[in-house]
């Protein structure tokens, strides 16, 4: 973020907290995917999980006026969001399904992938009747996911190859005799990383399970590839899809979902008081448990415009919440002057994961929602107390 976008932003006329989507942005990012699409033949899918504002789907949805080929999803709610909204091609993959999920899935999804073979073998008499009932109409193609024991995640709980992890069949369980129903396999073991992550991927992959890929029709890379990133290795990219595609005959999909949506969004708050604690603390109406979850869970510091690290800058503030969580804490900051209470705010980088995964805590209300395109503004939503009522009982 830079001054000159504050300037175009002007978070004085959005209300506070309100999160700002800007199309310019999330059009470029998707404009770059669809360069892969165009030179490997690959399909990239929104993945849902990172990013669901509905209201810009028809700025990525090839089935609309957008590139991209459709969704993944992880539960039935998201799967039918994709369906009604985005179109195209919807991909789901959840570590366990219920009965009751296969039920609605089976009438949204176009592909399933299992987290085992033991699911794969519960649930393929439903997929088959199914696909028999159906007589050829939107046939479900399934898939197992599987860990290549590859880890190139540097913290623990976004990383699927993790010691431990519940995430995908080990070579050591994959049973090759249960294969007949299943064309594809589905891999995902990035997040926020580059190509050289997925280069050592594939890889480890091919050493596992390259020998299942030639009976495979498609393979799922899943997501965490940082294409949109500045210095991503698009080149490096490429040339992986097209050998695996070259040397297995598979459809390769990719299902990014932050690369969509990276630096596309920024929530605007403003500081209520200032409080002397081991350091000036600055309370915002804006809240890292509330608003921004990872912040605690990964966790990190989200970039602010118009600061520096904590010391770098004249004036240093531990940026807090408002909520009674005493680790309600967003991160320490600098700035050049000492921040007043009505001082706008403007955090980056909030268009993935923080929207779809923000909570009312506290009866914290939820942050507005605005898209902003070559200066105009669009208010997409407001939220209130009805919102807060209505996700209890």
Same mark, same amino acid.
């Given at each position: 973020?830079?001054? %000159?976008?504050?300037?175009?932003?002007?978070p004085?006329? #959005?209300?506070?907290?309100?999160?700002?989507?800007?199309?310019e942005r999330?059009?470029?990012?998707?404009?770059? $995917?669809?360069?892969?699409?165009?030179r490997?033949?690959?399909?990239?899918l929104?993945?849902?999980?990172?990013?669901?504002?509905?209201?810009?789907f028809?700025?990525?949805?090839r089935?609309?006026?957008?590139?991209?080929? &459709?969704?993944?999803? %992880?539960?039935?709610?998201?799967? =039918? $969001?994709?369906?009604?909204?985005? &179109?195209?091609?919807?991909?789901?993959?959840?570590? &366990?399904?219920?009965?009751?999920?296969? *039920?609605? @899935?089976?009438?949204?999804?176009?592909?399933? %992938?299992?987290?085992? #073979?033991?699911?794969w073998?519960?649930?393929?008499?439903?997929?088959?009747?199914?696909?028999?009932?159906?007589?050829?109409?939107?046939?479900?193609?399934?898939?197992? =996911?599987?860990?290549?024991?590859?880890?190139?995640?540097?913290?623990?709980?976004?990383?699927?190859? /993790?010691?431990?992890?519940?995430?995908?069949?080990?070579?050591?369980h994959?049973?090759?005799?249960?294969? *007949?129903?299943? /064309?594809?396999?589905?891999?995902?073991?990035?997040?926020?990383? !580059?190509?050289d992550?997925?280069?050592?991927?594939?890889?480890?992959m091919?050493?596992? #399970?390259?020998?299942?890929?030639?009976?495979?029709?498609? $393979?799922?890379?899943?997501?965490?590839?940082?294409?949109? =990133?500045? *210095?991503?290795?698009?080149?490096?990219?490429?040339?992986?899809?097209?050998?695996?595609?070259?040397?297995?005959g598979?459809?390769?999909?990719?299902?990014?979902?932050?690369?969509?949506?990276?630096?596309?969004?920024?929530?605007?708050a403003?500081?209520l008081?200032?409080?002397?604690?081991?350091?000036?603390?600055a309370? @915002?109406?804006?809240?890292?448990?509330?608003?921004?979850?990872?912040?605690?869970?990964?966790?990190y510091?989200?970039?602010?415009?118009? /600061?520096?690290?904590?010391?770098?800058?004249?004036?240093?503030?531990?940026?807090?919440g408002?909520?009674?969580?005493?680790?309600?804490?967003?991160?320490?900051?600098?700035f050049?002057?000492?921040?007043?209470?009505?001082?706008?705010?403007?955090f980056?980088?909030?268009a993935?994961?923080?929207?779809?995964?923000?909570?009312?805590?506290? !009866?914290?209300? @939820?942050?507005?929602?605005?898209?902003?395109?070559?200066?105009?503004?669009?208010?997409?939503?407001?939220?209130?107390?009805?919102?807060?009522k209505? =996700?209890? /009982?």
């Amino acid at each position: 973020m830079t001054d %000159s976008y504050l300037a175009r932003l002007r978070p004085e006329r #959005f209300p506070s907290p309100c999160f700002v989507t800007d199309m310019e942005r999330i059009r470029a990012n998707v404009a770059l $995917l669809d360069t892969v699409q165009q030179r490997t033949g690959a399909k990239i899918l929104l993945a849902l999980k990172a990013f669901a504002q509905w209201s810009v789907f028809p700025a990525l949805s090839r089935a609309q006026a957008g590139p991209l080929h &459709g969704c993944c999803a %992880s539960s039935p709610d998201e799967a =039918r $969001l994709a369906r009604e909204l985005f &179109g195209g091609e919807v991909h789901v993959f959840a570590a &366990g399904y219920s009965e009751e999920d296969l *039920g609605e @899935l089976l009438e949204l999804a176009d592909h399933l %992938s299992f987290n085992s #073979f033991a699911q794969w073998k519960r649930f393929r008499p439903l997929v088959q009747a199914r696909n028999e009932r159906e007589n050829g109409q939107r046939a479900i193609h399934c898939g197992i =996911r599987v860990n290549p024991e590859h880890s190139e995640g540097a913290v623990a709980i976004y990383d699927p190859c /993790s010691p431990g992890s519940r995430l995908g069949v080990r070579l050591a369980h994959f049973e090759p005799e249960e294969l *007949g129903g299943i /064309s594809g396999l589905h891999c995902h073991t990035l997040c926020q990383q !580059g190509a050289d992550a997925l280069d050592r991927t594939l890889d480890a992959m091919e050493a596992s #399970f390259g020998p299942y890929l030639h009976r495979m029709q498609w $393979l799922n890379l899943g997501g965490g590839h940082h294409i949109t =990133r500045p *210095g991503y290795d698009l080149d490096l990219l490429c040339r992986r899809i097209e050998q695996v595609r070259d040397r297995y005959g598979v459809q390769v999909y990719l299902e990014p979902g932050e690369a969509v949506a990276l630096d596309a969004g920024v929530l605007v708050a403003t500081v209520l008081d200032v409080v002397e604690a081991d350091m000036p603390v600055a309370i @915002l109406d804006t809240s890292a448990a509330c608003h921004m979850p990872d912040v605690l869970e990964m966790p990190y510091r989200p970039p602010l415009l118009n /600061s520096g690290n904590a010391g770098e800058y004249a004036h240093t503030y531990r940026l807090a919440g408002p909520t009674c969580l005493a680790g309600d804490i967003i991160g320490d900051y600098s700035f050049v002057k000492q921040l007043a209470p009505g001082q706008r705010l403007v955090f980056g980088d909030m268009a993935i994961y923080s929207m779809v995964k923000n909570n009312t805590f506290n !009866g914290i209300p @939820l942050p507005a929602i605005y898209s902003a395109e070559n200066g105009e503004l669009r208010r997409i939503r407001a939220f209130g107390y009805d919102d807060f009522k209505n =996700r209890l /009982s």
